[in-house]
């Protein structure tokens, strides 16, 4: 309890273990589960209880629970969230309002996204107001049935590489194409990692089953087979059939789109900190630059300095995705806005300031450090690097991209890597295949904090100068065991504890005797601490160990004795030495094992 006998507030997700608990509390789990037993809750420590129990548990030791705005977004792996998923959780929860899903669009090349797009705004968005043309600004908003959807739409873009990472980090929901006439192929499996990297619900749009030679089953089956299983088979994934092309199925999609943004809790405090993400932008004549923004928290309004990288600038005007002038725009509105001084990169967290002033020391700052905000400064990481933060307990898992050469080696290397677990880490496999070492690959590691292993492949030179700008450290392999050895090593490094020695206490000898059962024995005057007996003991010449093991005996007054403080004489015998000299000196330890945990 605060000094003040106030309840400290904190944050609690839906279901927590008697173990977590104890650790959000700062109270050791006996006392938890004392407090439990006291509540008529019998449980042990790894035992998951309900939000409320631990919400009275809590308000006994001093807390007042808040359910956590996400499970996603416990505090345990923040670093993992998109950042501004992490400001949002900051919001006080009872700030919080429902806002429209943002929704990104991924699958495999020619599987229809552009075409889904396209159908979607074509069916759904009313013609603009200025010059009946609808703008494409990178993202559009859609009503069904009286609530608003938003889509980024950005696929043909060239920045859309580098969206697809950090796009997917910017959605709330992804939908994924998948053609029912061509199934599984590489970039939907990539498209899958993104999403799961970014903890974003998928939605897999089945599209193309108007095709003659269209095999929804199987594809059903194959997205089964990797962890997508489709919700008539009871799996958790909703895979609507569709025909972008023939616009058949996009109200079904609509449809499933708000089920599941009603069960992913999507939320912002429309009168919060005002942030958002760089859709994309661009220098135009006469307007100069000219950025989609995703306002993700907070209403921006026109005269807001925004920062966002290196770039800055008041906001002079600001169109809706219909092209329309308008001067507020709250949470999930995509808007096109002019005002900054620079063209800011797609994928950029950008953030309102109080004044140009701070707008300038920010940009300012940044440039001494050579550093750039949000997404971009999200960089990948060294092996050693990730496995320092799997240290700190930052991070629960290593993150791993795969690429081999053939199915042949990446099968093994994938069941062999996915058996490794040391305690609670785990090895995360977040996407295999063969090829290459692509860019893509790059940009998904960089945005999830992942390294990529390289098996009898090589990067692909653009993707190897992408992985120096981006700092994403690429590994290459061609033994499997090595590759194995190499991961496995490192993990239990990690977690073999740290052997500290501590010193219990130092005696000085006095004289040398023989004992009949011991052979030579020392007499002693502890100088330092206390002696055990049943702890190690090294016999010390001047600055040289001669002898390092256990005590035969300890005795005082020729009484056995467990211990001797400082002050007092003793002698000591030791197991398997016999040759004490005047002047040495015992020194007495024990071997603590610092957790790395
Ligand atoms: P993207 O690369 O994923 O954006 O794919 P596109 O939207 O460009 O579509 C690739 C091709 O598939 C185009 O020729 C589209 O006309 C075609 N296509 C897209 N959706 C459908 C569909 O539902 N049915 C049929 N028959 N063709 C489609």
Known sequence: MSDNGELKPIELPSSITVRELSEHLQASPIDVIKTLMANGVMANINQEIDFDTAAII????????????????????????????????????????????????????????????????????????????????????????????????????????????????????????????????????????????????????LNKIDRPNAVPDQVKQQLAEIGLVPDEWDGDTLVIPISAKEQKGLDDLLEAILLVADNTKIYANPNGEVFGTVIEASQERGR?????????????????????????????????????????????????????????????????????KVARTIVHDRQLQGEQSGAAKHAGMTLEQLFARVQSGEAQELRLIIKADVQGSLEPIISSLEEMQVEDIRVNILHADTG?????????????????????????????????????????????????????????????PEQKEVVLGRANVLAVFSASKIGKAAGCRVVEGTLYRNAFMRVMRGDEAVFEGEAASLKRHQEDVREVREGFECGIGMKGFNDFEDGDQVVCYKIEEVKVF
């Open 58 to 205: 809590a308000a006994e030791l001093g807390f007042d629970a808040q359910l956590e705005i996400s499970e996603a977004e416990s505090g345990k792996d923040i670093s993992e969230i998109p950042l501004w998923r992490q400001w949002i959780a900051k919001e006080t929860p009872k700030n919080l309002q429902p806002r429209p899903p943002v929704i990104g669009i991924l699958g495999h090349v020619d599987h229809g996204k552009t075409t889904l797009l396209d159908a979607i705004r074509e069916a759904n968005v009313a013609e603009g107001e200025v010059g009946g043309i609808t703008q494409h600004i990178g993202a559009y908003q859609v009503k069904h049935n009286d609530r608003f959807i938003s889509f980024i739409d950005t696929p043909g873009h060239a920045a859309f590489t580098a969206m697809r990472a950090r796009g997917a980090q910017g959605a709330d929901i992804v939908v994924l194409v998948v053609a029912a006439d061509d199934g599984v192929m590489p970039q939907t499996r990539e498209a899958i990692a993104h999403a799961q990297a970014a903890r974003v619900p998928i939605i897999v749009a």
């Open 288 to 356: 100069g630059a000219v950025a989609t923004l995703l306002v993700q928290n907070g209403t921006l309004k026109t005269g807001d300095v925004v920062v966002t990288g290196q770039s800055h600038g008041r906001i002079k005007a600001m169109f809706d995705y219909q092209g329309v002038a308008i001067k507020k725009a709250p949470p999930s509105s995509p808007i096109s806005v002019m005002g900054l001084d620079e063209i800011p990169a797609a994928g950029e967290i950008f953030k309102v300031v109080e004044s140009t």
């Open 436 to 496: 290459n070492v692509s860019e893509n690959d790059v940009m998904l590691a960089s945005s999830s904090d992942a390294i990529i292993i390289g098996f009898n492949v090589n990067p692909d030179p653009p993707a190897r100068r992408l992985a120096d700008t981006e700092k994403v450290s690429i590994r290459s392999y061609n033994i499997i065991y090595r590759l194995t050895e190499d991961i496995d090593k490192a993990l239990r490094g990690l977690l073999a």
